[in-house]
């Protein structure tokens, strides 16, 4: 057993150790967060280090005409600190552009990898339609640091719909009646459109037709084209016999001579007597029948012909182009003015929608 001396000193050897283990349990909770400081912050001294190439970046921005409405090629460039363009100064690296839109939202366009002239191109294939403001971002390089280029403003245009437009030359006609004209169909696409245009036309005065040659157009990039022809129909009154033949007449005239003298020369023969009569009764009948049917056409004619009426018309001309479930329906219009003797109107005056 130990003395009551040896007790204490035990007590306090252990009180000495306690206080040992907590100094050094104090010590380690405050070190280890610092020491997790200095880890983290040594890349970024080493990549900030005074060796790093300082750099300037510059960004644009230009439509892509060849593309859809909407489209821009953002192009920035990396210059070293003396001026010289970055290439080799600044080893390989990449540029980042971020869009701030008219809202201040930031969102990121892509990244495109620096190029030995120091430059980057992203090709951007659509933007939302408004006023943005386009930043280049260099990412910085073992042997460069990092740099954010001055804002670059741009304004989208919304994206436009594949679409077609008709356009006629020339926009009027005067034509005599009975006399056909011919107009020219242009069809111009817009922004792409590519499929095939129905045409028709509507609005023609009486006695009047259209034709459209073709009348079912393909489109694309540079367009189609078609050929309008009006017909009109000149008055017509009742046409009369300029020559009055007797041929027919004499075809039905000499059966029924002959039959007269056969009936002369049968005597008593029944037989011939029976056929004489046939061929006068035949010949009485036809030319009675003729004869009739003749002066109906002479004296009465074929009814007339009014032809196409004097005056103006709007010819609506239309075209109309199907994908799927969705039509789309265009209209111009051509002025038509005819000369004629009918008098009696008839014409349509309504334009295009």
């Given at each position: 057993s130990?003395?009551?001396?040896?007790?204490?000193?035990r007590?306090?050897?252990?009180q000495?150790?306690?206080?040992?283990?907590?100094?050094?349990?104090?010590?380690t909770?405050?070190?280890?967060p610092?020491?997790?400081?200095a880890?983290?912050?040594?890349?970024?001294?080493?990549?900030q280090?005074?060796s790093?190439?300082?750099?300037t970046?510059?960004?644009?921005?230009?439509?892509?005409?060849?593309?859809?409405?909407?489209?821009?090629?953002?192009?920035?460039?990396?210059?070293?600190?003396d001026?010289?363009?970055?290439?080799?100064?600044?080893?390989?690296g990449?540029?980042?552009f971020?869009?701030t839109?008219?809202?201040g939202?930031?969102?990121?366009?892509?990244?495109?990898?620096?190029s030995?002239?120091?430059?980057?191109?992203l090709k951007?294939?659509?933007?939302?339609?408004?006023a943005?403001?386009v930043r280049?971002?260099?990412?910085?390089?073992?042997?460069?640091?990092p740099?954010?280029?001055?804002?670059?403003?741009?304004?989208?245009?919304?994206t436009g719909?594949?679409?077609f437009?008709l356009?006629?030359?020339?926009s009027?006609?005067n034509l005599e009646?009975g006399?056909?004209g011919?107009?020219?169909?242009?069809?111009?696409?817009?922004?792409?459109?590519?499929?095939?245009?129905?045409?028709s036309?509507?609005?023609?005065?009486l006695?009047?037709t259209?034709?459209?040659?073709?009348?079912?157009?393909?489109?694309?990039?540079?367009g189609?084209?078609s050929?309008?022809?009006?017909?009109?129909?000149?008055?017509?009154?009742?046409?009369?016999?300029?020559r009055?033949d007797?041929g027919l007449?004499?075809?039905?005239?000499?059966?029924?001579?002959?039959?007269?003298?056969?009936?002369?020369?049968?005597?008593?023969?029944r037989s011939?007597?029976t056929?004489?009569v046939l061929c006068v009764a035949g010949?009485?009948m036809?030319?009675?029948?003729?004869?009739?049917?003749?002066?109906?056409?002479?004296?009465?004619?074929?009814?007339?012909?009014p032809?196409?009426?004097?005056?103006?018309?709007v010819?609506r001309?239309?075209g109309t182009?199907?994908?799927?479930?969705?039509?789309?329906v265009?209209?111009?219009?051509?002025a038509l003015?005819v000369?004629s003797?009918?008098k009696?109107?008839?014409?349509?005056?309504?334009?295009?929608?």
């Open positions: 130990l003395t009551p001396p040896s007790r204490y000193k007590a306090l050897d252990l000495s150790a306690s206080r040992s283990t907590l100094s050094f349990r104090r010590w909770s405050r070190a280890l610092a020491l997790a400081a880890l983290v912050l040594l890349p970024a001294g080493v990549a280090s005074p790093a190439t300082a750099t970046i510059a960004a644009e921005s230009a439509p892509v005409q060849s593309q859809s409405l909407g489209a821009f090629t953002l192009t920035a460039h990396v210059v070293v600190a001026g010289a363009t970055a290439d080799a100064e600044t080893g390989p990449s540029v980042t971020f869009d839109n008219s809202s939202q930031i969102r990121e366009l892509g990244s495109s990898l620096l030995a002239d120091g430059s980057a191109t951007v294939s659509s933007m939302p339609e408004g943005h403001a280049a971002v260099f990412n910085g390089s073992e042997s460069a640091s740099s954010t280029s001055a804002a670059a403003a741009l304004t989208a245009q919304a719909t594949p679409d437009s356009g006629v030359a020339p009027s006609l009646a006399v056909q011919s107009v020219a169909v242009t069809i111009t696409a817009v922004n792409g459109f590519s499929s095939y245009v129905s045409l036309c509507a609005g023609l005065p006695f009047t259209c034709n459209f040659l073709p009348s079912n157009v393909p489109v694309g990039a540079s189609g084209r050929t309008l022809t009006l017909n009109t129909v000149a008055p017509s009154g009742r046409v009369s016999l300029i009055r007797t007449v004499y075809a039905f005239l000499l059966p029924g001579v002959l039959g007269l003298a056969g009936l002369g020369l049968a005597g008593r023969n011939l007597r056929l004489a010949s009485v036809a030319g009675a029948g003729a004869c009739a049917q003749r002066y109906t056409y002479l004296n009465r004619g074929p009814s007339p012909n032809g196409t009426p004097n005056g103006n018309s010819i001309v239309f182009s199907v994908n799927g479930a969705e039509a789309r265009k209209c111009v219009q051509v003015n000369t003797t009918n009696s109107g008839g014409n349509i005056l309504t334009p295009c929608p």
